[in-house]
């Protein structure tokens, strides 16, 4: 289905791959442009290993166990106690989303599911208050799920984990191009983080219903 999230814990969700933003331990947080070629070159070359990691809600922690070697001292998040208590496709822990935006989200994410038969799941966050691992089980995470936790802690707030089955329909290109159009800093500072949530679940329902193909999901819209 760029980064988020030392987890303890170990966690497989089966043939997924996290599309995140790459931050290495001597770039004091500063990443290349989500735009750039070093950027798509390592969103190509990042391995499913990473989902592991991705969940628990911070971006510098999901590298620090995969080669990276770059933890601050964050650890791992598991509170269930952060889930609702009825299921629902979105969590907003953060309050970034009124009322009415989580209805409208909420409708367009039945309708993907119902069109596609795949599964998109909002988590807004700022680590380290969010619910993390908690959300494998109380959203059933699979191959046909994509997560999409927004999370501004580290910049970018459109953070995506992806299922193999998704991988197989999506060109991982579009992920990391819907990040940057929508998630840099300096959109969702101007337009609001809901704003970066909403037209992010508007432009992966119109990836998702367009006929696979080799020229699907080529624009951001």
């Not at 069109?115 to 059933?140: C, E, H």
Request: with cysteine; proline share 6%; aromatic share 10%.
């Amino acid at each position: 289905m760029a980064s988020l999230l030392q987890l303890s814990p170990s966690l497989t969700f089966g043939r997924h791959r996290l599309i995140t933003r790459p931050i290495k331990a001597s770039s004091n947080l500063c990443p290349p442009n989500p735009n750039s070629l070093q950027f798509a070159k390592w969103v190509s070359e990042f391995g499913f290993k990473s989902l592991k990691f991705a969940l628990s809600g911070t971006l510098a922690v999901s590298l620090s166990l995969t080669g990276v070697g770059f933890a601050e001292g964050k650890v791992g998040v598991n509170k269930p106690e952060l889930l609702p208590k009825e299921f629902s496709p979105i969590i907003d822990v953060a309050g970034f989303l009124s009322d009415g935006q989580e209805k409208r989200i909420a409708q367009e994410i039945a309708s993907i599911e119902k069109d596609t038969g795949f599964k998109l799941r909002v988590l807004a966050q700022n680590y380290p208050d969010t619910p993390g691992l908690a959300i494998k089980d109380f959203w059933q995470v699979d191959d046909r799920t994509i997560v999409f936790v927004a999370d501004p802690t580290f910049g970018n707030i459109l953070n995506f984990n992806v299922g193999a089955s998704v991988d197989l329909d999506i060109p991982r290109s579009f992920w990391s191009r819907l990040a940057g159009q929508y998630g840099n800093m300096f959109y969702w500072k101007e337009k609001g983080e809901d704003a970066s949530i909403e037209a992010a679940v508007i432009a992966i329902s119109k990836c998702l219903k367009e006929p696979v193909g080799p020229n699907n999901c080529s624009e951001v819209k």
